[in-house]
């Protein structure tokens, strides 16, 4: 009777294991429905129901009536619902904003709302760079502008050297070499920034060829380089999730020039493709521990590492990678620790 009794209540501690782990994910405050409104961010949902915002694909129940769910509107209703025993989130579509105009129907879908805030991330999406050492010893570059002028801006014509042969027309961003990203233990440089200056558009080919300035963000100078214009932008649809696999690394770089680092602010990452890192991936961040005297023995004492906040993946490269810091619960700096969160 006794070993029944056991096996029962082990089995029924089996049963409830997962209701209890899923039920943990949600915070104690969390409400039963949410009205999705312009300006919302799936994080910012997410963080409404959950304690780590980045367990929403584990969570999530999918409509079987709704056609994308991964896309979610404003005016669109997020409900916790129980699906065997266990909580989940579900979306329900909410009412349309229909506009209406004399003789024509016409019904203006809003947009779905962004996983995180894009206009943070935008800048980077697309015209910031990480090249190899190697890449600014290979590129085309502009090797003087018309008319003796030592700078060019938008309409100005300039003259391009090492083009290849038969390089067909069309649009490239002009770059400049930047910082370079080193690994803070051994010292390798994991990649070059190629800083955004313009987008030139080739009108003639030869050598030097000629081309003309689109658009710029400063002065285009002699001896700037050349990299085509990728056909398809970098993603902006991803989803906050945990890493597939374990990832550790350390914060190496601060872009925009910024000293301390806070919510929203953008960081470069010793983590790249080569180490599985990959858009959407959370990453806790860990304020390295102090070196202190320990004042009774003398002894050098490292103090514990402290959790200091959360940072999303946005953009991969080889080695390196971009973070966005969603969440700051103290400063953060240059060293330190990222990892599963």
């Given at each position: 009777m006794r070993i029944r009794k056991l096996l029962g209540l082990f089995i029924g501690l089996v049963i409830c294991l997962p209701v209890l782990a899923a039920s943990e994910m949600f915070r104690?405050?969390?409400?039963?429905r949410y009205t999705?409104?312009?300006g919302d961010t799936l994080w910012d949902i997410?963080?409404?129901?959950?304690?780590?915002?980045?367990y929403w694909p584990e969570i999530w129940h999918v409509n079987p009536e709704i056609e994308n769910p991964h896309l979610i509107y404003p005016g669109d209703v997020i409900t916790l619902i129980y699906v065997d025993g266990e909580p989940r989130l579900t979306v329900e579509r909410g009412v349309r904003e229909v506009r209406l105009s004399p003789g024509i129907r016409e019904e203006q879908l809003p947009a779905a709302i962004d996983a995180i805030p894009m206009d943070?991330?935008?800048?980077?999406?697309?015209?910031s760079h990480v090249v190899d050492r190697d890449f600014f010893n290979r590129a085309p570059y502009i090797v003087a502008g018309e008319d003796e002028r030592v700078m060019a801006s938008q309409g100005d014509r300039v003259y391009v050297r090492r083009l290849a042969d038969g390089e067909e027309q069309g649009g490239y961003s002009v770059v400049r070499e930047g910082s370079?990203?080193?690994?803070l233990q051994t010292g390798e440089i994991l990649g070059i920034e190629a800083t955004h200056?313009?987008?030139?558009?080739?009108?003639r080919g030869g050598d030097p060829a000629t081309a003309q300035v689109l658009s710029s963000n400063r002065e285009v100078l002699s001896g700037d380089r050349l990299m085509r214009i990728p056909r398809e932008p970098a993603s902006a649809n991803f989803f906050p999730k945990a890493p597939d696999g374990d990832l550790e690394g350390q914060v190496?770089?601060?872009?925009?020039?910024v000293t301390q680092i806070g919510q929203f602010d953008v960081v470069v990452l010793n983590l790249g493709e080569e180490q599985g890192a990959e858009v959407g991936d959370v990453l806790a961040v860990y304020k390295a521990g102090r070196r202190v005297r320990d004042q009774v023995t003398g002894d050098r004492v490292t103090l514990p590492e402290e959790r200091a906040g959360e940072l999303i993946i946005f953009r991969t490269?080889?080695?390196v990678s971009f973070g966005l810091v969603m969440r700051a619960n103290r400063h953060m700096a240059i060293a330190d620790i990222v990892r599963n969160p």
């Amino acid at each position: 009777m006794r070993i029944r009794k056991l096996l029962g209540l082990f089995i029924g501690l089996v049963i409830c294991l997962p209701v209890l782990a899923a039920s943990e994910m949600f915070r104690g405050d969390h409400p039963d429905r949410y009205t999705v409104v312009r300006g919302d961010t799936l994080w910012d949902i997410s963080t409404r129901f959950l304690n780590s915002p980045w367990y929403w694909p584990e969570i999530w129940h999918v409509n079987p009536e709704i056609e994308n769910p991964h896309l979610i509107y404003p005016g669109d209703v997020i409900t916790l619902i129980y699906v065997d025993g266990e909580p989940r989130l579900t979306v329900e579509r909410g009412v349309r904003e229909v506009r209406l105009s004399p003789g024509i129907r016409e019904e203006q879908l809003p947009a779905a709302i962004d996983a995180i805030p894009m206009d943070a991330i935008r800048p980077f999406l697309n015209r910031s760079h990480v090249v190899d050492r190697d890449f600014f010893n290979r590129a085309p570059y502009i090797v003087a502008g018309e008319d003796e002028r030592v700078m060019a801006s938008q309409g100005d014509r300039v003259y391009v050297r090492r083009l290849a042969d038969g390089e067909e027309q069309g649009g490239y961003s002009v770059v400049r070499e930047g910082s370079p990203f080193r690994d803070l233990q051994t010292g390798e440089i994991l990649g070059i920034e190629a800083t955004h200056v313009g987008e030139l558009d080739l009108m003639r080919g030869g050598d030097p060829a000629t081309a003309q300035v689109l658009s710029s963000n400063r002065e285009v100078l002699s001896g700037d380089r050349l990299m085509r214009i990728p056909r398809e932008p970098a993603s902006a649809n991803f989803f906050p999730k945990a890493p597939d696999g374990d990832l550790e690394g350390q914060v190496i770089h601060v872009l925009d020039g910024v000293t301390q680092i806070g919510q929203f602010d953008v960081v470069v990452l010793n983590l790249g493709e080569e180490q599985g890192a990959e858009v959407g991936d959370v990453l806790a961040v860990y304020k390295a521990g102090r070196r202190v005297r320990d004042q009774v023995t003398g002894d050098r004492v490292t103090l514990p590492e402290e959790r200091a906040g959360e940072l999303i993946i946005f953009r991969t490269f080889d080695k390196v990678s971009f973070g966005l810091v969603m969440r700051a619960n103290r400063h953060m700096a240059i060293a330190d620790i990222v990892r599963n969160p």
